[in-house]
């Protein structure tokens, strides 16, 4: 007989897990343009951060949590009741509110890390569902490391968490160690030792490349929650990836037997505005979301396909929104016709000033035939605030070229206190570039350490757009924090990226001390 469908709670944690990414740290503004896509595609529970980390965070999880229409918006708390007040007073204007609270179970967390026995585990976890189901109805408690539990001390804390008041138990494989065929067991263990109203959760990570492969079989052995991020960014490996995970769920329907609510076809815009505004870009094999996963390159897969698509496809390019765009957009579109594209790519068009976005269009468009998606879309953070204005590049000017000493000019706009001052300053380098950045470190009076610099071109021809990503650090200890900038001409997108990385590595800043 087949099992009942039921469907299963995708909850994204892009903005909390995801965004632990060595580099990948998001300002408020970009967490929320992410949050709303997610909201729009039907994820069920939008994990927004970890409100106590910092003020900046707090304020990101509140206004995610203010802003949500169809998401669950949730905050991770350790259990201590002063981390889980914070985070109830961050989620507490959701819709639909949830606290994440999370106690370390295995040996080597209780002994190393939190030095408390088992009995002491017990305790705190109880301690911490009760305080928290005081405050919100919907509690999750994470088990941390539970694969690397004593299986019955497992089922002990989770079987306690869930009658202190936790409505859903969440499994993580924090340091991605377990195999399928062992977490198949342990998560039916789990299933069986808790109350039937209970969702069990599971939560990978992916050190050893198991993630989906572990969550998936989670699913049937009974779990109904996953928890996963967007093209699978986090903590060192990343965690499970939201694509492969609803997309198996989605094509092998036949084994799975479950529903997902979200709408695949906007997997594809939530990969790509999550790669632009975290910094870290897809791999281009990567499952689902890479740019080759639908191209078929050997002669004889190409001629498979001309006669019949499913020779070698599993899923469409449509299904996940990665659609060839019939419409080329350029200096003769009009505004209906940029508002069609921007809504086809996962962006919320009531949230943008399109006066301002058509001008700069326009501007682009007198530059270059052919607009791209992602060029539009670059367009587009900008008036969504994805990109902060402290410093502009009002003008720039560089020589470079055989037996020449780069050098280059730089004229800043620089925004403070709502005062618009304008400093130019010119340096040599050891190329245009590097002169250019000089410059821009004179007029902002600090270098920072380029720690990564990469080009690539966003559209096709000559006329291409370069967009140019760079990661900076104000030392060698300090985080990495990366900005973005494309433009026609290369030198152009390497200042503005440069730009942008200084201006987001100040609001984080700003955001951090106010903590
Ligand atoms: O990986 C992990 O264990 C976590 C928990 C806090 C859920 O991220
Ligand atoms: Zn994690």
Redesign the pocket.
């Known amino acids: 007989m087949k099992s009942q469908m039921k469907n299963i709670v995708i909850f994204d944690?892009t903005l909390?897990?995801g965004e632990q990414s060595p580099g990948a740290s998001m300002n408020i503004a970009e967490k929320l343009q992410i949050a709303r896509h997610l909201d729009r595609m039907k994820v069920d529970v939008i994990e927004a951060g970890f409100p106590i980390a910092s003020q900046g965070d707090f304020e990101a999880v509140r206004a995610v949590a203010a802003g949500m229409e169809y998401s669950a918006v949730c905050g991770?708390a350790r259990a201590r009741k002063k981390d889980i007040q914070r985070c109830w007073d961050a989620v507490k204007d959701a819709k639909k509110p949830r606290i994440?609270t999370?106690l370390a179970t295995s040996p080597i967390h209780r002994k190393a890390k939190l030095k408390m026995s088992k009995a002491e585990v017990l305790k705190e976890t109880v301690k911490a569902v009760e305080f928290a189901s005081s405050l919100c109805n919907d509690v999750e408690f994470?088990a941390?490391?539970?694969t690397r539990t004593e299986i019955d001390f497992l089922k002990e804390v989770v079987s306690a968490a869930a009658e202190a008041g936790a409505k859903t138990i969440?499994i993580?494989?924090?340091v991605g160690y377990t195999m399928p065929s062992e977490f198949k067991n342990i998560i039916r263990e789990v299933v069986d030792v808790l109350p039937g109203g209970i969702t069990v959760s599971i939560?990978c990570?992916n050190d050893l490349g198991m993630a989906s492969a572990n969550s998936l079989v989670a699913v049937q052995s009974g779990a109904t929650q996953v928890?996963c991020t967007v093209n699978g960014i986090g903590?060192r490996a990343g965690?499970a990836s939201m694509e492969e995970i609803v997309m198996s769920l989605v094509t092998r329907k036949d084994i799975f037997n479950k529903t997902v609510s979200i709408n695949t076809t906007q997997i594809y815009p939530a990969s790509s505005l999550v790669s632009r505004l975290s910094g870290l870009s897809i791999q281009k094999n990567k499952a689902i979301v890479g740019e080759n996963a639908f191209r078929h390159e050997a002669g004889i897969h190409q001629h498979g396909v001309l006669q019949d698509k499913l020779t070698y496809e599993i899923m469409t390019p449509e299904s996940i929104g990665k659609k060839e765009e019939a419409l080329v957009l350029g200096k003769h579109s009009g505004k209906h016709a940029i508002i069609e594209r921007l809504k086809g790519l996962g962006i919320d068009t009531k949230k943008i000033n399109m006066e301002e976005l058509f001008v700069s269009f326009k501007e682009l468009a007198d530059k270059k035939k052919e607009i791209y998606d992602d060029e539009l879309l670059t367009l587009a953070d900008e008036q969504l605030g994805a990109v902060n204005k402290i410093y502009e590049i009002d003008y720039i000017h560089t020589v470079s070229g055989t037996n020449t000493v780069p050098s280059a000019t730089v004229r800043l706009k620089i925004n403070k206190n709502d005062k618009v001052e304008i400093k130019e300053e010119a340096a040599i380098g050891d190329g245009p570039v590097d002169a250019c950045y000089r410059a821009i470190g004179k007029l902002i009076g600090r270098n920072f350490i380029l720690a990564d610099y990469r080009i690539k071109a966003i559209s096709k021809g000559g006329d291409s757009m370069g967009e140019v990503t760079v990661r900076l650090k104000e030392d060698d200890a300090s985080e990495e924090i990366h900005g973005r900038g494309a433009s026609t001409d290369i030198i152009e997108a390497s200042a503005l990226a440069y730009v942008a990385a200084v201006n987001r590595l100040m609001i984080l800043k700003k955001q951090r001390e106010q903590a």
């Open positions: 944690t909390r897990d991770l994440h999370f994470s941390e490391d539970a969440n993580p494989d924090t939560h990570h928890e903590e965690n």
